[in-house]
T-cell receptor, first 115, second 113 residues
Framework: GEDVEQSLFLSVREGDSSVINCTYTDSSSTYLYWYKQEPGAGLQLLTYIFSNMDMKQDQRLTVLLNKKDKHLSLRIADTQTGDSAIYFCAESISDRGGGADGLTFGKGTHLIIQP | NAGVTQTPKFQVLKTGQSMTLQCAQDMNHEYMSWYRQDPGMGLRLIHYSVGAGITDQGEVPNGYNVSRSTTEDFPLRLLSAAPSQTSVYFC????????????FGPGTRLTVL
């Protein structure tokens, strides 16, 4: 079955790096995603990684994928107050374009920034 | 492009009432989905559609109906609302190929008394 697990809270100091972790159980996952949700808003795609990759970097964001351990992480360098949000890990096991049968989401990690 | 739009933003219903949550996208996306978000539960898929005229059930379909008569619109119907359907509902759409990015609407906050 599909299950995506994340810790519920992460607290970091402004300027430090944040590392949000996620584990998943379905080894047939094709794409793995990180979404950001600010209070009262919808979900915004931050980045994604295809399952045959092990790392992807995009400005302050670094995604690491360990397929053997089914572990995904999102590192945010130089964390700012604007990074305060809920971060969702999600997987798609569909090999059809567009994730047609939807994504399986984790419960979300609340990132709290301390001044 | 307006992206994915949802109406209404907020709604309060009494148990047993019916209503339709509207979702529209102007990106010519084939795929559309409805999720509900509950505290501590993440997002769960209710129904999805791979194109006009085609719909299928997700993880939590009971109590909800959908239809997809056009590419642009994907309404979600609650035929007889129950307090357990109090939630925030998100509509999403995505292309037919590529990195599978789903674009989300701003959400509808529904309370059933």
């Amino acid at each position: 079955g599909e299950d995506v697990e994340q810790s519920l809270f992460l607290s970091v100091r402004e300027g430090d790096s944040s590392v949000i972790n996620c584990t998943y159980t379905d080894s047939s996952s094709t794409y793995l995603y990180w979404y950001k949700q600010e209070p009262g808003a919808g979900l915004q795609l931050l980045t994604y990684i295809f399952s045959n990759m092990d790392m992807k970097q995009d400005q302050r964001l670094t995604v690491l994928l360990n397929k053997k351990d089914k572990h995904l992480s999102l590192r945010i360098a130089d964390t700012q107050t604007g990074d305060s949000a809920i971060y969702f890990c999600a997987e798609s096991i569909s090999d059809r374009g567009g994730g047609a049968d939807g994504l399986t989401f984790g419960k979300g990690t609340h990132l709290i920034i301390q001044p | 492009n307006a992206g994915v739009t949802q109406t209404p933003k907020f709604q309060v219903l009494k148990t047993g009432q019916s209503m339709t949550l509207q979702c529209a996208q102007d990106m010519n996306h084939e795929y559309m989905s409805w999720y509900r978000q509950d505290p501590g539960m993440g997002l769960r898929l209710i129904h999805y559609s791979v194109g006009a005229g085609i719909t299928d059930q997700g993880e939590v379909p009971n109590g909800y109906n959908v239809s997809r008569s056009t590419t642009e619109d994907f309404p979600l119907r609650l035929l007889s609302a129950a307090p357990s359907q109090t939630s925030v509902y998100f509509c999403a759409s995505s292309r037919t190929s590529g990195n599978n990015e789903q674009f989300f609407g701003p959400g509808t906050r529904l309370t059933v008394l």
